[in-house]
């Protein structure tokens, strides 16, 4: 029976792997970009700057994701249209989304200005992290808005199913990114030392670069054409932008409330100490590796569901459903297993400071236990979002980190006195809710689609 299932999914593993090969590279660019800053400023400047740029992630990475669930709201939009062989309304949604993300970033820059700054001063972390981490934090947010606009552009190729472009770019981005980071930390090549500011001008530069060839590739990629024929940069339709905020705010308050929650964990652990909160972020860079290779095959999930559901093929869109939970299962027992076997080695990738390292390894054995549930849950709601069910997810994850997670985070870490660790333990427990209740939610709608449609299939269910 086991076989039999295999054999009969195996296309559908196929399409869905390499759609998401691509997209993983490229999903790995956004964390690499931030570990990349970690892995430099650990090595090169210390404790207590790792710690600052622990405390600015967790901070700007809530802005952050507000900007990134936006703009995601195009994809499955896209999908759909395409699906439906709509290329006119493809490229309106381009231009409505390239004006959405363009406001969206200058209002989320704004927020991180005016908000974040004020916030770091206020939240009881310690006075010498803060001092270091204010300028870093300024430079940081200016970023968003290149990489919103990139957004935009890379969004509307994998809805279409074009991937590999966003990833060639993420790389050489990352590429860049490292370079400079060094250069502008270290000195080099007649350049002071920035400390690290440093970091944050590498990040600036490398997504501005990034955003260039994005829209190149778009604009004059002879696979787009037929789509950017129909394209009209100042033809606003405000009923398209608000479609895509239909799905694109409740997808940024999933990411809100998922991220939200790991930056409060990092603010509780630099409540215990600067060691604390670095050794947090060693974990948590090394998680958000296996989390963004996650994000890879969700949003793999979420194209292939999205277009068929737009062309009501329900049999082809629960296979698609189910062998991207496979993958992603499979997937993530093999890092955890990887995190169980290296977890005293990895944290050397970050920082020599023994203390540190410590820490970070023990957190290591616990995130290989919440692998598991990482993943389920991300494939959970990029299945949900291709067939646009937006808004009991978003429930679903507020009710898993903030009613069920971050409590428990505090209660472990701080009432019972378990540290860091216990404040991970409380993530797991978050993770385990949100995944549970995503793959109900899942197993609701596709019962309720199958029961609308004659489920015979066809000679063939095309891939």
Not at 176 to 182: D, F, K, M, P, S
Not at 207 to 217: E, H, K, L, P, S
Not at 254 to 282: K, M, N, P, R, W
Request: proline share 3%; with cysteine; glycine share 10%.
């Amino acid at each position: 029976m086991i076989l039999s299932k295999f054999k009969r999914l195996k296309p559908y593993y196929k399409s869905t792997f390499l759609l998401a090969g691509p997209v993983i590279i490229s999903q790995l660019g956004y964390t690499l970009v931030h570990m990349a800053d970690s892995v430099v400023v650990g090595h090169f400047l210390g404790t207590i700057p790792l710690a600052a740029v622990s405390l600015v992630h967790s901070v700007f990475m809530v802005v952050l994701v507000i900007g990134l669930g936006i703009a995601y709201g195009i994809t499955p939009l896209i999908a759909q249209a395409n699906g439906r062989g709509d290329k006119q309304e493809c490229a309106t949604l381009l231009a409505n989304s390239l004006w959405l993300n363009l406001i969206t970033s200058i209002l989320l820059f704004l927020l991180v200005y005016y908000g974040s700054v004020f916030a770091v001063e206020h939240l009881d972390q310690d006075p010498q992290v803060v001092e270091v981490a204010k300028p870093y934090l300024f430079i940081l947010s200016l970023s968003i808005i290149p990489l919103m606009i990139f957004n935009a552009f890379k969004q509307f190729a994998e809805g279409l199913g074009f991937t590999k472009q966003a990833m060639n770019i993420s790389i050489w981005g990352n590429v860049l990114n490292i370079i400079l980071a060094i250069v502008f930390v270290k000195g080099m090549f007649g350049i002071e030392s920035m400390g690290i500011s440093g970091v944050g001008y590498s990040t600036l530069i490398d997504r501005v670069m990034m955003m260039i060839a994005m829209g190149i590739y778009v604009f004059r990629g002879k696979v787009f054409s037929v789509y950017i024929q129909y394209f009209q940069l100042f033809k606003v339709e405000w009923d398209k932008c608000v479609r895509i905020l239909k799905i694109g705010a409740p997808v940024a308050m999933q990411y809100v409330f998922e991220i939200g929650a790991f930056a409060g964990a990092a603010l509780i652990a630099g409540t215990i100490g600067a060691t604390e909160q670095a050794s947090h972020q060693v974990g948590i860079q090394l998680a958000s590796l296996t989390y963004m290779m996650a994000s890879g095959i969700a949003t793999a999930a979420t194209i292939k569901t999205g277009n068929s559901f737009g062309n009501g093929n329900f049999v082809r869109l629960q296979r698609y459903a189910i062998s991207s939970y496979h993958l992603v299962i499979l997937f993530m027992c093999c890092t955890a297993t990887l995190f169980a076997v290296f977890n005293q080695y990895l944290p050397y990738i970050f920082t020599q400071d023994i203390a540190v390292v410590t820490i970070a390894a023990q957190l290591l054995i616990i995130a290989g236990l919440f692998q598991l549930f990482d993943g389920v849950q991300v494939v959970g709601l990029g299945v949900l979002r291709g067939i646009g069910d937006v808004n009991v997810p978003t429930f679903i994850t507020f009710f898993a980190y903030w009613i069920v997670g971050m409590p428990a985070a505090y209660v472990m870490g701080i009432v019972f006195k378990w540290g860091v660790i216990g404040i991970w333990y409380g993530l797991s427990l978050g993770l385990l809710t949100s995944s549970v209740l995503l793959y109900w939610r899942y197993r609701v709608k596709i019962k309720i689609f199958l029961a609308g449609q004659n489920t015979r299939l066809k000679p063939t269910v095309e891939v």
